[in-house]
């Protein structure tokens, strides 16, 4: 079993930035693939962006790209989201969530991760 406990959500103006973080408890984080995914309300849950088990290798949502950046510590367990130039569009609970790490050829899939944190709201003004 693996828990996943997102913070860093707020408030915060168009334009602006935050940094999400999601602690791990797995014994072996480094046996995961982390991703990060977000659902407005009245919409689907979407992929927003992932890391490799090592971390050497990420992948991000076409909307996201150049805005946000996704990295980890294996050392502490922990991945995180930075995200720059925040849009209202981007409004959303943002979820981390975490899939086996031989499954990177689906890393955007919802349905390839088993373990799932409980959100963190993220809020932009315009």
């Known amino acids: 079993q693996v828990q996943l406990v997102e913070s860093g959500g707020g408030l915060v103006q168009a334009g602006g930035s935050l940094r999400l973080s999601c602690a791990a408890s797995?014994?072996?984080?480094?046996?995961?693939?982390m991703g990060w995914f977000r659902q407005a309300p009245g919409k689907e849950r979407d992929f927003v962006a992932a890391?490799?088990?090592?971390?050497?290798?990420?992948y991000y949502a076409d909307s996201v790209k150049g805005r946000f950046t996704i990295s980890r510590d294996n050392a502490k367990n922990t991945v995180w989201l930075q995200m720059n130039s925040l849009k209202p569009e981007d409004t959303a609970v943002y979820y981390c969530?975490?899939?086996?790490?031989?499954?990177?050829?689906?890393?955007?899939?919802?349905?390839?991760?088993?373990?799932w944190g409980q959100g963190t709201q993220v809020t932009v003004s315009s």
């Open positions: 969530a975490a899939q086996g790490r031989n499954s990177w050829t689906r890393i955007s899939y919802l349905s390839e991760y088993a373990y």
């Open positions: 890391a490799a088990w090592s971390g050497g290798t990420t």
């Open positions: 797995a014994r072996t984080f480094s046996n995961y693939n």
